[in-house]
C-alpha cells in the first residue's frame, strides 16, 4: 500500500475524516482498482461533490474536481464529452447522489454514460450534521429524526437498474478486496457503472443508532451481507435482513458519448 499511496496520492496526509470513518478504505479501494487496470494517471479523472466522501478527490493525484453539491454527475458529464479516452470517477456519497443530485444520477444512468460513480453509503449526512438520507434506513434515527426515520429508503441498486445502468454491483468496506474487484470491473465496463459501498459512519450515524465501535459496524456489515451467487440457496426468512453484494447487474446498451458523436458527425455532413 506504501508504492500506492507514493504514486496515486497528494501530499495531504493525515487525512479529515473521523477515527472510525470507512471512507479511507473506500477510496484505497478506488486506487488499487486504478492500479489493477494501469489506468494512465493522466487520462484518469475523478470528480466529487460536497460531503464526506466527496472530500477524497483532494487526496487523489489526478486530475480533479470538487464540485458543487449534488452537481458532481454533470460535471463529470462535461469532462467525459470533451476528454472522450478518460476514464471519469465520480467519488459521491448517499446524500450528495440521490437527494440533491438524484435527478442527475438516474439520468446519467438512463443515457448510459460511460462514467463509474462509486457511491460512498453511511446513511446519513454525515458532514453537514447528521441528517438523515434518502438511503437512511426505516426507523434509524438521524439529528432530523430523532424518534426514527418514517421514510422508505431507495434500494440504490434497484433505483440504478431501473433507470438503464448497465454495470451494478455493491461491496462493503469489510469486503475490501471484493469492493476493489467491483470497481475495477465497472472501469473496465462501456456505460454507467455504479457502485455502491457500503460503509460506516461511527459518528454521526453509529452513536445516534447505537451501533457501538466502528469494529462493531464493520461486523454488522460482515453478519448482513449475502454473496449474490448464494442467495438463491437462501430462505425468504435468511434473507429478511440481509442486503446482496458482488456483481448485481451487467448488460449491453448503446453508450451517450458514441451515440452523442454520431449526431455531431451527422450534423456536420458526415465531416469529423
Aim: aromatic content about 8%; charged content about 20%; hydrophobic content about 40%.
Amino acid at each position: 500500500m506504501e508504492k500506492l499511496i507514493e504514486k496515486y496520492f497528494r501530499p495531504k496526509l493525515p487525512h479529515i475524516w473521523c477515527p472510525g470513518c470507512g471512507n479511507g478504505i473506500v477510496t484505497a479501494a478506488v486506487v488499487k482498482a486504478i492500479d489493477k487496470l494501469g489506468l494512465d494517471q493522466d487520462k484518469t479523472s475523478i470528480v466529487s461533490g460536497i460531503g464526506c466522501s466527496s472530500r477524497a478527490s483532494g487526496y487523489l493525484n489526478f486530475d480533479t474536481l470538487h464540485t458543487a453539491h449534488g452537481r458532481a454527475i454533470p460535471f463529470a458529464t462535461g469532462v467525459k464529452l470533451v476528454k472522450q479516452d478518460h476514464h471519469v470517477i465520480v467519488l459521491t456519497g448517499d446524500g450528495d447522489a440521490t437527494a440533491i443530485g438524484g435527478n442527475h444520477f438516474i439520468h446519467a444512468a438512463r443515457r448510459n454514460l460511460d462514467i463509474t460513480v462509486v457511491v460512498f453509503n453511511n446513511n446519513i449526512y454525515g458532514m453537514t450534521g447528521g441528517q438523515f438520507s434518502p438511503l437512511t434506513p426505516h426507523m434509524g434515527k438521524a439529528t432530523t429524526a430523532p424518534y426514527g426515520n418514517t421514510d422508505r429508503p431507495f434500494d440504490l441498486c434497484e433505483l440504478a437498474r431501473g433507470a438503464g445502468a448497465t454495470f451494478i454491483a455493491r461491496a462493503t468496506t469489510f469486503h475490501a478486496t471484493l469492493l476493489a474487484d467491483v470497481i475495477a470491473k465497472g472501469l473496465a465496463h462501456k456505460g454507467f457503472s455504479l457502485i455502491e459501498a457500503i460503509t460506516a459512519c461511527p459518528i454521526s450515524f453509529g452513536r445516534q443508532n447505537k451501533m457501538g465501535s466502528p469494529a462493531n459496524m464493520i461486523r454488522w456489515q460482515r453478519d448482513h451481507a449475502i454473496m449474490i451467487d448464494a442467495v438463491s440457496k437462501l430462505t425468504p426468512e435468511q434473507l429478511a435482513d440481509k442486503f446482496t453484494i458482488g456483481v448485481l447487474h451487467q448488460a449491453e446498451a448503446p453508450e451517450y458519448v458514441t451515440e452523442y458523436q454520431k449526431v455531431i458527425k451527422q450534423a456536420m455532413g458526415g465531416r469529423e
